[in-house]
């Protein structure tokens, strides 16, 4: 490897950082909401707030997801990662079909459990790498709270605008669960850069 490579996987570490850190500008005051309004449940657990919580959470979740989609596009073009059009149009969220011999752009939103899954996969990618994450029974329990979230937001039975102790309890465990899961990935990443730049130091 020579020396311009090494600067390059600098260069890449280093632009790491600087968008998860402009990112989190948008995200994290929005997981702000999520503790203040988990706050005010608990010293008042009215319907008033356990819905707010629930919203104000998913809310943050999708925030965060969002930004590790744009966060790869960037990635990507200085890692010199290719995305597959499949791929594009999940970072994009955006779709081309053609009707009537013309070509025309479409929203195209994958399923939560699946947003998730390629939102971190993606973002991987665009560093250059693979990451693990436990997808088990708090995911689970992050993806039901979403079940919730769609329930309050379209209710089509009076009941559906409820929210009882036990999605609240799913809530803290998925919320719980996708912290430590994002965060995770972006150390994975930045493990990776630190991991290829020794190697390279010990080889020359």
Same mark, same amino acid.
């Given at each position: 490897?020579?020396?311009?490579?090494?600067?390059?996987?600098?260069?890449?570490?280093?632009?790491?950082?600087?968008?998860?850190?402009?990112?989190?500008?948008?995200?994290?005051?929005?997981?702000?909401?999520?503790?203040?309004?988990?706050?005010?449940?608990?010293?008042?657990?009215?319907?008033?707030?356990?819905?707010?919580?629930?919203?104000?959470?998913?809310?943050?979740?999708?925030?965060?997801?969002?930004?590790?989609?744009?966060?790869?596009?960037?990635?990507?073009?200085?890692?010199?990662?290719?995305?597959?059009?499949?791929?594009?149009?999940?970072?994009?969220?955006?779709?081309?079909?053609?009707?009537?011999?013309?070509?025309?752009?479409?929203?195209?939103?994958?399923?939560?459990?699946?947003?998730?899954?390629?939102?971190?996969?993606?973002?991987?990618?665009?560093?250059?790498?693979?990451?693990?994450?436990?997808?088990?029974?708090?995911?689970?329990?992050?993806?039901?709270?979403?079940?919730?979230? +769609?329930?309050?937001?379209?209710?089509?039975?009076?009941?559906?605008?409820?929210?009882?102790?036990?999605?609240?309890?799913?809530?803290?465990?998925?919320?719980?669960?996708?912290?430590?899961?994002?965060?995770?990935?972006?150390?994975?990443?930045?493990?990776?850069?630190?991991? +290829?730049?020794?190697?390279?130091?010990?080889?020359?």
């Amino acid at each position: 490897m020579k020396k311009s490579e090494a600067k390059h996987l600098r260069d890449k570490a280093a632009e790491l950082y600087k968008l998860v850190r402009l990112s989190g500008l948008t995200y994290l005051p929005l997981h702000s909401d999520v503790d203040y309004a988990v706050q005010q449940w608990r010293s008042d657990p009215s319907q008033f707030w356990s819905r707010t919580s629930i919203r104000c959470l998913c809310a943050a979740v999708e925030a965060t997801l969002f930004a590790f989609r744009k966060m790869a596009e960037k990635m990507a073009v200085l890692s010199r990662i290719q995305f597959d059009s499949d791929e594009i149009e999940i970072l994009t969220e955006k779709r081309i079909v053609k009707k009537g011999g013309d070509q025309m752009t479409r929203p195209k939103f994958l399923p939560f459990q699946d947003s998730i899954k390629e939102s971190f996969r993606l973002f991987a990618k665009a560093a250059g790498t693979t990451v693990i994450v436990d997808y088990g029974d708090d995911y689970l329990n992050l993806c039901k709270t979403f079940e919730v979230r +769609n329930r309050l937001m379209h209710p089509k039975k009076p009941f559906d605008v409820e929210v009882n102790e036990d999605d609240m309890k799913a809530a803290g465990r998925g919320i719980i669960w996708f912290n430590t899961a994002y965060v995770g990935v972006i150390d994975q990443c930045h493990a990776h850069f630190g991991k +290829n730049v020794e190697q390279f130091k010990k080889r020359n």
